[in-house]
């Protein structure tokens, strides 16, 4: 009896955990460059049931029990949201639709993933901005609503700077130091921020991650990569562009997510009154039945 009551409460203890990623990717509807969180459940080994005290050899197999569920890991989906035009000289959009490889052309499913016919696992590369934090640590972002600090350095929303190809802070300034009006300020689809129609400022450093899900997220639209393999360098033959005055939407769909919310819900009140009634069985147990 016991086995069915843990096995229910980790079922809503999963639920709650699910319910909690998907209230916290609602909340980031209208958060530029958010990529939605999933949560895959795993049940936990089959354990094989047998007779207990029998006169007859081996214990008869009864059959095998699952103990329940639980919510392996949070998963980032990298699938590009929407382009939005806003206008703003200093809104940069990444539009990536990264399909090829080596040469050959993959489907990728939802997820970021390609299996071919051996089994093996190919992820979707993505491109991101690359800042720095005030530790001088790299981080990536697909968040591109960028500021201008008080020295001319190009910076995030949440205080980041942007690098550039060379690993540097880009500066917006002139050669006399001051800072150039942004009504001046061209970037093109590679990158390059280019001064007065001619004159090339820097270059946003812009990489692609060949294997995503080596990407921890840190919040404010930011990743940690923990990968071995360093994301590499953007070149023209990738399918990446920059895109001045725009910004990308989070990826979340409203639609499904209200789907999911009420998925959760009720299988967690499903869970929920398997417990009460395991409960009220264990409660005959003790005061009627042992009584007798």
């Given at each position: 009896m016991l086995k069915g009551m843990y096995t229910a409460t980790s079922g809503m203890i999963s639920q709650q955990q699910r319910h909690d990623m998907v209230t916290n990717n609602i909340a980031n509807l209208q958060t530029t460059g958010y990529k939605k969180q999933v949560a895959p459940m795993r049940s936990f080994p089959e354990i094989l049931m047998q007779r207990m005290n029998t006169d007859e050899g081996a214990p008869p197999k009864i059959g095998y029990m699952h103990g329940g569920v639980m919510m392996e890991?949070?998963?980032t989906v990298f699938q590009q949201g929407d382009i939005l035009e806003t206008g703003?000289?200093?809104?940069f959009a990444?539009?990536?639709q990264m399909t090829e490889i080596d040469g050959e052309q993959y489907t990728f499913d939802e997820s970021g993933k390609h299996v071919t016919d051996n089994g093996e696992v190919i992820y979707q590369p993505q491109a991101f901005f690359a800042v720095q934090n005030a530790q001088e640590e790299v981080l990536y972002t697909r968040a591109g609503s960028f500021v201008v600090g008080s020295e001319g350095q190009l910076m995030t929303a949440s205080g980041e700077e942007v690098l550039n190809k060379d690993g540097q802070?880009?500066?917006l300034v002139d050669r006399f130091g001051d800072i150039i009006p942004i009504q001046e300020l061209v970037v093109n689809q590679q990158g390059q921020v280019v001064y007065n129609g001619d004159t090339l400022i820097d270059d946003l450093q812009l990489v692609k991650?060949?294997?995503?899900?080596?990407l921890i997220m840190e919040g404010n639209g930011l990743y940690r990569y923990v990968g071995d393999e360093q994301p590499e360098a953007l070149t023209a033959l990738d399918q990446a562009v920059v895109k001045q005055g725009f910004v990308e939407r989070s990826n979340v769909d409203p639609s499904q997510e209200m789907v999911e919310m009420m998925s959760a819900l009720r299988l967690y009140e499903a869970n929920q009154k398997m417990v009460q009634y395991y409960d009220r069985n264990l409660e005959k147990a003790v005061n009627e039945i042992g009584k007798v």
């Amino acid at each position: 009896m016991l086995k069915g009551m843990y096995t229910a409460t980790s079922g809503m203890i999963s639920q709650q955990q699910r319910h909690d990623m998907v209230t916290n990717n609602i909340a980031n509807l209208q958060t530029t460059g958010y990529k939605k969180q999933v949560a895959p459940m795993r049940s936990f080994p089959e354990i094989l049931m047998q007779r207990m005290n029998t006169d007859e050899g081996a214990p008869p197999k009864i059959g095998y029990m699952h103990g329940g569920v639980m919510m392996e890991e949070s998963m980032t989906v990298f699938q590009q949201g929407d382009i939005l035009e806003t206008g703003n000289a200093f809104d940069f959009a990444i539009v990536s639709q990264m399909t090829e490889i080596d040469g050959e052309q993959y489907t990728f499913d939802e997820s970021g993933k390609h299996v071919t016919d051996n089994g093996e696992v190919i992820y979707q590369p993505q491109a991101f901005f690359a800042v720095q934090n005030a530790q001088e640590e790299v981080l990536y972002t697909r968040a591109g609503s960028f500021v201008v600090g008080s020295e001319g350095q190009l910076m995030t929303a949440s205080g980041e700077e942007v690098l550039n190809k060379d690993g540097q802070r880009i500066e917006l300034v002139d050669r006399f130091g001051d800072i150039i009006p942004i009504q001046e300020l061209v970037v093109n689809q590679q990158g390059q921020v280019v001064y007065n129609g001619d004159t090339l400022i820097d270059d946003l450093q812009l990489v692609k991650v060949n294997d995503p899900y080596q990407l921890i997220m840190e919040g404010n639209g930011l990743y940690r990569y923990v990968g071995d393999e360093q994301p590499e360098a953007l070149t023209a033959l990738d399918q990446a562009v920059v895109k001045q005055g725009f910004v990308e939407r989070s990826n979340v769909d409203p639609s499904q997510e209200m789907v999911e919310m009420m998925s959760a819900l009720r299988l967690y009140e499903a869970n929920q009154k398997m417990v009460q009634y395991y409960d009220r069985n264990l409660e005959k147990a003790v005061n009627e039945i042992g009584k007798v």
